[in-house]
């Protein structure tokens, strides 16, 4: 069996980077995500890598790009307000279709906000992380040991669509401690026929470029874009499930937020309250199929989050009217307790008990 370490998330996340073979790591401290920053530092010159703290973060995004058209696994990571001012190069490698990840530990906002935990980038991470028609994978682990399994995840899946992957935490799972097996090295070079790493007269120049100044061959290459992201929305969905199939609530959670609502859902099955839980593990593709699974059989939705309700329009979204669907969240950094939780799953319960009036 393989050994177990204590680790933190921030950590953990770096370690099995580097484990996954990123070799470029470009970013600026915020806080709550500095100890990745400060671990890369330390160990990226042992693995014969790159670490190289940026001026600011729309610099270090634009290194990630350097980095990515030259055929390397790269990563950046920051928190909050540092990921918005990397929107623009997010998007320039979306449209060169380039494989990287981004790491984003939230804090609370908007604008500086504070430094405590928060799930308040949702939209940002799945509807609005740059300019233009484009889409990023968004994987939203909810402890440390998959903190390290799917940045691990992340750069395989980045490179076999050739689109940027972000890594979707927050303050707490940063700074918490949890025992993590990490997964095995590996070092193997990926194929990239597209990247630009010379060519010695042995064929055609590579160009990575997102400018297109012909309107019919940016939308043909759009399209064809998309055609991708639909192969993604079928092949990545993810999701855990826990006591859903004879459950009357489903609360759907991730993350952080995840953690809690699964143990109001055990306090509420104590009570006799039949609840359940569906943990997005991928925020996009959104794991539609696994809330479709439920609909015929739940009389009610519960989305809980850490923001003034985000995750919640795509559940409706999915559930499409058929089922009613509330929200309960805190925000400003403060995290949501179990009891809280299980007395909005008590009222809902008292609700269809009295056959929804």
């Known amino acids: 069996m393989a050994e177990k370490v204590l680790m933190k998330g921030n950590e953990a996340l770096a370690e099995a980077a580097l484990r996954a073979g990123c070799r470029f790591f470009f970013g600026y401290p915020i806080t709550p ?19 190289l703290q940026a001026e600011s973060e729309i610099a270090a995004i634009n290194m990630v ?27 320039y490698m979306a449209g060169a279709d380039l494989p990287g990840v981004i790491i984003n530990v939230q804090r609370g906002g908007p604008g500086l906000g504070g430094i405590q935990p928060s799930q308040a ?18 994987y939203a682990p909810s402890t440390v040991q998959e903190m390290a399994d799917y940045v691990y995840t992340a750069f395989d899946v980045a490179d076999k669509y050739r689109t940027p ?36 007269h042995q064929r055609a120049h590579n160009v990575v470029n997102s400018l297109y100044l012909t309107a019919d061959e940016l939308e043909r290459l759009n399209i064809e874009r998309y055609e991708r992201y639909a192969t993604i929305e079928r092949e990545e969905q993810r999701a855990e499930t826990f006591l859903v199939d004879d459950a009357d609530i489903v609360v759907v959670a991730f993350g952080a937020s995840a953690r809690v609502a699964r143990s109001a859902v055990v306090a509420a099955r104590e009570k006799g309250v039949k609840a359940g839980l569906i943990r ?6 959104f794991p539609t199929d696994a809330i479709e699974a439920v609909v015929p059989t739940a009389q009610a939705f519960l989305s809980v989050e850490m923001n003034m309700g985000q995750m919640v329009d795509d559940v409706r979204l999915t559930v499409a009217g058929r089922r009613p669907v509330e929200f309960f969240g805190r925000t400003g950094g403060v995290i949501p307790t179990p009891v809280e939780v299980l007395v909005k799953l008590e009222d809902m319960n008292e609700t269809i008990a009295k056959g929804g009036e």
Do not use: C, N
């Open 165 to 200: 992957v972000m890594i979707l935490a927050d303050g707490m799972l940063g700074q918490m401690m949890e025992p993590v097996v990490m997964p095995e090295p590996r070092d193997e070079q990926i194929e990239k026929p597209w990247a630009t790493t010379g060519h010695k």
């Open 65 to 91: 790009y350097g980095a990515a058209a030259a055929g390397a696994r790269v990563m950046t990571s920051s928190s909050s307000p540092g990921i918005s001012l990397k929107g623009e190069g997010i998007s």
């Open 33 to 51: 995500q500095t100890e990745l920053a400060a671990y890369m530092s330390k160990r990226m010159p042992k693995v014969g890598g790159t670490y």
């Open 280 to 285: 997005p593990i991928t925020l996009w593709p």
């Open 121 to 138: 980038d949702y939209w940002q991470a799945t509807r609005a992380l740059g300019h233009g028609d484009f889409r990023v994978v968004v």
